[in-house]
């Protein structure tokens, strides 16, 4: 089955606002098995839009259409493709109750206006597809003598997508004989390109199951997807691959669930030990805590944290020595090590994780170069420092420092041998 | 003249990357003067790549294509274009030596395969455009006769934007008679709609130069734009306009040059005082000191924050009195008080931000609701609080709890009043 994609909408046409629907879409729909070969995006323009839904229902079976389903005069989208398909438009009365509905739960009826009937006008056969967060319904238009079909879902990103996992991904899926499932392998703690070696004759001799790769910021994702009857089907597909994933990346696998983040696995992992931990950050200045507390109930495992980008106040807060800055330096293993030290101790916390480097623009020097970044890691009895040579900009060194960080502390707490070679580098 | 947006590649189609290419690209151009009424996606299709091309020449001006330039037998934008212009392809020596020199300066010489030549291979009468951060040329191809032209450049943002805003935006400029000259006016303190019924009037009688909105989290941005024969005549135009703006918005515009940001408002502004800063976060969690510390160069302002999720560190750290968190709350305008004065004190600053609330998802109570936020700021003698009710979910309440905080600092610094209504809301 062949999807093509249409967004609507000036503001894409000028860059206004980034695609971010085209992306989301064509990746649920491959999920789904479909082939995309063309994306397009068109303007509030009745005659362009018209020529476009024209040529695309030309050359695939379904068209996505997204955006264009507003109140004003300038949406055009439903207009324009009931046109196509030369369906009249009639005003549908469940759409029209749950529009008068969506108001009065906000308690904003006295905003409806004459405007918002435009929403529940609908064309003659077409399939209404409820929209829980607005006011604008979705539709799906069939012409099925010619096998084609329209599907046109609002833009706001937050009613399209919820609507499209309620309702169109099944219609989708119905469609063909076999669906599409699939599992996410994270992996942290081996670059990209030494996983992608690692995996590369599972790569070569693929069928059903598949295996690709995604490039994440310091982690890298392997998505295993099957064809098949059923979700059972579909996991006995899965089982052998995701099983010889586990035995090649043991331990670096961090999770196989689709939703969970790294900061979600490292938190999961200091509850589960019963484990408190917290944080001294100097060049990440925050950055490290800040991506940990993203984790709701991080309250548990962090009570608090420290900035210290001053060397004296890593002497005051922290506790490390005089003597070690003035010696090798606020950027050095050894004050790596006592930033860790001191914050557990002061925190009382079982775990530390500490942060100091030259992120750039400026202070760099030959023995000590931009983009060089240690990383102290305390779990229980045991301190450990690693060394790191990032080469990209100071907000990317920042955010691989993160990265880096919450990976050593899962690799410490796993209880792994946590050395690395001098001079590894992302 | 209308310019149309080709990009190239099958991890577009597949939403493996999202098309950030085409809205900056898109936003240029606009700034441009140009008109723009398609954008397509292609894959790594010989005949459909082929297919699209001829359709985006027939119907527009100019063809911006990205992608598909790398060295691999995949890459095949540059050949299908040389094709549709039927111009043979050469080996330009110019390029061979680039490409040689740019593997030679990241001393990666012994990585050249074969494969690599394939880059300086150069479609006849093109006119190559240097590429200053990989090896991939641009190249413009100009069919004189029907006025026709294809610009062809490679998808690296990094590499396509540099090579856009040096050569490229010169070319295009130079096909029209007027140049396209603008201005960006970053706001903050004021929400969107109100910003926009602020300037109501002058959008509707905007001609030249133009007046558009762009809504940021917690800022807003106005772009003003000129069309002009030179870039001194499209000051004179556009000046009158600014001025108006400076009277309306006053010390809420923190800045007029494209390339600053909130945070560097901010952190010049306590550079130019002579006063540090420091911060303690409840529910921000560090977000709020790792925005400030993205600002090369902080270190002259921020010498230590706090992170302090637990009460008994909000007591510990920032000495805020146990009656106070007993009676009143962590989330409450008196721990916020406490815990930016105390912040000041602890680490000797001349100014502090303090943030504490419910981020969610959980935590809410009817009397403290999921979204409300404390922020304090103390600036030498004066604190004050602001409370603010959020709706967004756990990110967006803390991303706008970062901004509102480094608004309400900029504001205080400038000793504008910081007195707010209660219950205030984004």
Redesign the interface.
């Known amino acids: 089955m062949v999807v093509e994609l249409v967004s609507v909408g000036t503001e894409?046409?000028?860059?206004?606002?980034?695609?971010?629907n085209?992306?989301?879409?064509?990746?649920?729909?491959?999920l789904l098995g479909c082939s995309?070969?063309?994306?397009?995006?068109?303007?509030d323009?009745e005659s362009?839009m018209e020529e476009?839904i024209r040529q695309a229902l030309e050359r695939s079976d379904v068209v996505i259409l997204t955006g264009g389903l507003g109140p004003t005069k300038d949406d055009l989208t439903k207009e324009v493709t009931a046109r196509v398909f030369d369906r009249p438009l009639y005003m549908d009365s469940h759409t029209k109750e749950r529009i008068t509905e969506f108001f009065r739960i906000s308690g904003k009826e006295y905003q409806i206006t004459e405007n918002n009937w435009k929403q529940a006008m609908v064309p003659e056969g077409a399939a209404v597809i409820d929209n829980d967060n607005g006011t604008a319904p979705g539709l799906i238009l069939e012409d099925k003598e010619k096998k084609k079909a329209a599907i046109l879902l609002p833009g706001p990103p937050g009613e399209m997508r919820a609507m499209f996992e309620k309702d169109i991904a099944p219609w989708l899926n119905r469609l063909q004989p076999e669906g599409i499932y699939s599992r996410m392998i994270k992996i942290c703690g081996i670059g990209e390109s030494q996983a992608e070696t690692m995996v590369a004759d599972l790569m070569e001799k693929q069928g059903n199951p598949t295996l690709a790769p995604?490039a994440k910021i310091g982690e890298v994702h392997f998505r295993v997807t099957a064809k098949a009857v059923s979700e059972e089907k579909a996991e006995l597909l899965m089982e052998p691959l995701c099983r010889e994933m586990q035995k090649r990346f043991g331990q670096a696998i961090y999770t196989m669930d689709e939703e969970v983040t790294l900061e979600e696995a490292v938190v999961s992992l200091l509850k589960e030990k019963g484990f408190t931990v917290t944080?001294a950050?100097s060049c990440?200045?925050?950055?490290?805590?800040?991506r940990?507390?993203?984790v709701?109930?991080?309250?548990d495992v962090?009570?608090?944290?420290?900035?210290?980008?001053?060397n004296?106040?890593k002497e005051?807060?922290l506790g490390v020595a005089h003597d070690t800055l003035e010696k090798f330096g606020a950027v050095s293993p050894q004050t790596a090590r006592e930033m860790a030290l001191g914050a557990a101790r002061q925190?009382g916390a079982d775990a530390a994780l500490s942060v100091t480097g030259i992120a750039?623009?400026?202070g760099g020097t030959p023995e000590k170069p931009l983009g060089l970044v240690y990383i102290g890691c305390t779990v229980g009895e045991r301190t450990e420092v690693r060394e790191f040579h990032f080469s990209g900009n100071?907000?990317k060194n920042?955010d691989y420092a993160v990265v880096r960080a919450l990976t050593f502390l899962r690799e410490m707490l796993l209880e792994k041998d946590g050395k690395r070679e001098k001079g590894e580098s992302r």
Request: glycine share 14%.
């Open positions: 894409i046409l000028l860059g206004n606002i980034v695609n971010t085209a992306a989301w879409l064509a990746e649920q729909c491959a995309l070969y063309h994306q397009t995006v068109v303007g323009n362009r476009t995604y944080t950050e990440t200045g925050g950055k490290l805590a800040g940990m507390l993203n709701a109930g991080a309250s962090y009570r608090e944290g420290y900035i210290t980008y001053a004296e106040s005051k807060l925190a750039g623009p400026g100071r907000e920042r």
